[in-house]
């Protein structure tokens, strides 16, 4: 079975570069993992591929969605794993992106929120309400000790929840929790390894202005007042950092030095909370983009190329012990 590799890191660390140098070495197509690339119509400020980087590889999950509609990582999951089903038979896959819930989505699978019962909801708040958020407490203390620890005595809402799930369906939210975990093991059907870019903060705040700069150049003013006059202006991707600012600037909150400026800033906030959801992950493999390109650059290319029949954890163990 053919492979898949996943490049993922912050913004502006050169994911999209090396998924691109890659598709070309090896004729491979790309597929988006960046949740506001995704939607049409927001070009500037997302950084998409250009339409001559598209020319040189295919590209896939860009551009899917129209205003005012909205993708869900659920339902990314899906199209993504369809479009795989398509491509994996005939080439290995590059998979890049920034959205960390998106790519645990496409690797884990999606935690299912069980329906409850309504009427359930309803009684459970009413005792909560009346004084009996102690004695509800216990009563979860008492079937489900490990959620109950979780949670504070007085969330009232999450006490509500697990114990309208538990009378519901007769599983307690940590069961639920753990098949879901047995499951998520066989989520993802192809064998896959997770490249990670890191960047000195320094070279990623100069990277982020000039991009900034770039993006204000090439018209994202213009792109984002055009989008508001026709009304979509709290559409979710017209709310993302560049977006956002630029709605700010239209209204006369900002001047130009100080959309800017404020781009950058929030875009850096956002490689930070970026770097730290994927830091979480051990099984992605780092590599610096100043330092370690071409290692990088192997390292995916021995991927593949290497015909790796294992899946997920135990596929990346196999290559790091050829090395």
């Given at each position: 079975m053919n492979p898949v590799l996943f490049i993922v890191g912050a913004t502006g660390t050169g994911k999209s570069k090396l998924a691109l140098e890659l598709a070309q070495r090896y004729r491979l197509p790309i597929m988006n993992a960046d949740s506001v690339q995704v939607y049409q119509r927001v070009d500037l400020g997302t950084a998409k591929p250009t339409a001559e980087e598209r020319r040189l590889a295919p590209h896939y999950l860009i551009d899917e969605v129209a205003p005012p509609?909205?993708?869900?990582?659920?339902?990314?999951?899906?199209r993504a794993l369809e479009i795989l089903a398509q491509l994996i038979p005939h080439s290995p896959v590059i998979?890049?992106?920034?959205?960390?819930?998106y790519v645990q989505a496409l690797q884990r699978g999606m935690f299912e929120v069980s329906e409850v019962d309504p009427q359930m909801v309803s009684r459970l708040r009413e005792q909560a309400a009346s004084g009996g958020l102690a004695e509800l407490y216990a009563e979860l203390q008492s079937v489900d000790p490990d959620f109950a620890a979780r949670i504070s005595s007085q969330d009232s809402y999450r006490v509500v929840r697990?114990?309208?799930?538990?009378?519901?369906?007769?599983?307690?939210?940590?069961q639920i929790r753990q098949e879901f975990a047995q499951k998520s093991a066989q989520a993802f059907p192809y064998p896959f390894l997770t490249l990670g870019l890191k960047i000195q903060r320094e070279l990623l705040r100069s990277?982020?202005?000039?991009?900034?700069?770039?993006?204000?150049a090439g018209g994202l003013i213009d792109e984002v007042r055009t989008l508001v006059a026709e009304g979509w202006e709290q559409w979710s991707p017209l709310l993302s950092v560049g977006y956002k600012e630029t709605q700010a600037y239209l209204k006369g909150l900002l001047s130009l030095t100080e959309l800017a400026n404020d781009i950058t800033m929030n875009s850096m906030k956002l490689a930070k909370r970026q770097g730290t959801w994927f830091r979480r992950d051990p099984q992605i493999e780092w590599f610096d983009v100043e330092t370690e390109w071409p290692q990088a650059v192997a390292r995916a290319g021995e991927w593949l190329q290497g015909g790796v029949?294992?899946?997920g954890e135990r596929g990346a163990a196999k290559m790091r012990q050829k090395e």
């Amino acid at each position: 079975m053919n492979p898949v590799l996943f490049i993922v890191g912050a913004t502006g660390t050169g994911k999209s570069k090396l998924a691109l140098e890659l598709a070309q070495r090896y004729r491979l197509p790309i597929m988006n993992a960046d949740s506001v690339q995704v939607y049409q119509r927001v070009d500037l400020g997302t950084a998409k591929p250009t339409a001559e980087e598209r020319r040189l590889a295919p590209h896939y999950l860009i551009d899917e969605v129209a205003p005012p509609k909205l993708f869900t990582a659920g339902q990314f999951r899906a199209r993504a794993l369809e479009i795989l089903a398509q491509l994996i038979p005939h080439s290995p896959v590059i998979i890049v992106g920034g959205s960390g819930f998106y790519v645990q989505a496409l690797q884990r699978g999606m935690f299912e929120v069980s329906e409850v019962d309504p009427q359930m909801v309803s009684r459970l708040r009413e005792q909560a309400a009346s004084g009996g958020l102690a004695e509800l407490y216990a009563e979860l203390q008492s079937v489900d000790p490990d959620f109950a620890a979780r949670i504070s005595s007085q969330d009232s809402y999450r006490v509500v929840r697990a114990l309208a799930l538990i009378r519901t369906h007769g599983k307690t939210p940590t069961q639920i929790r753990q098949e879901f975990a047995q499951k998520s093991a066989q989520a993802f059907p192809y064998p896959f390894l997770t490249l990670g870019l890191k960047i000195q903060r320094e070279l990623l705040r100069s990277r982020l202005q000039a991009r900034t700069d770039a993006m204000i150049a090439g018209g994202l003013i213009d792109e984002v007042r055009t989008l508001v006059a026709e009304g979509w202006e709290q559409w979710s991707p017209l709310l993302s950092v560049g977006y956002k600012e630029t709605q700010a600037y239209l209204k006369g909150l900002l001047s130009l030095t100080e959309l800017a400026n404020d781009i950058t800033m929030n875009s850096m906030k956002l490689a930070k909370r970026q770097g730290t959801w994927f830091r979480r992950d051990p099984q992605i493999e780092w590599f610096d983009v100043e330092t370690e390109w071409p290692q990088a650059v192997a390292r995916a290319g021995e991927w593949l190329q290497g015909g790796v029949t294992l899946t997920g954890e135990r596929g990346a163990a196999k290559m790091r012990q050829k090395e």
